[in-house]
């Protein structure tokens, strides 16, 4: 199994920046995605961004052209770049990994970003 362990979160001014880290442990050999989810409250959790081993990206409509995703396969850490953040940012922000032999997805415990206007 892949454990995950997020950091990075916090309060912040609208227009500012923070950024997220995510470390894989156990068998992070088997990971292919790694991605950002989050979830304000009332609202569907939904991906922020994803990269996979290779390099492909993907981003929610939200947040391109501000968030930037990053990935170091060699520390198993995949990072989140955010800046001009907005107070519609503010949410619980999840790391998600998904198994590239069984397609399971794993998540992290949630790091909480507020963004004050």
């Known amino acids: 199994q892949v454990q995950l362990v997020e950091s990075g979160g916090g309060l912040v001014q609208a227009g500012g920046s923070l950024r997220l880290s995510c470390v894989a442990s156990?068998?992070?050999?088997?990971?292919?995605?790694m991605g950002w989810y989050r979830q304000a409250p009332g609202k569907q959790r939904e991906l922020v961004a994803d990269?996979?081993?290779?390099?492909?990206?993907n981003y929610g409509d939200a947040v391109k052209g501000r968030f930037t995703i990053s990935r170091d396969n060699a520390l198993n850490t995949v990072f989140l770049q955010m800046n001009s953040l907005k107070p519609e940012d503010t949410a619980a922000y999840y790391c998600?990994?998904?198994?590239?032999?069984?397609?399971?997805?794993?998540w992290g415990q949630g790091t909480q970003v507020t963004v004050s206007s």
């Open positions: 156990g068998r992070f050999f088997r990971i292919n995605v």
């Open positions: 998600s990994t998904v198994d590239a032999y069984a397609g399971t997805r794993t």
């Open positions: 990269i996979s081993r290779s390099g492909s990206i």
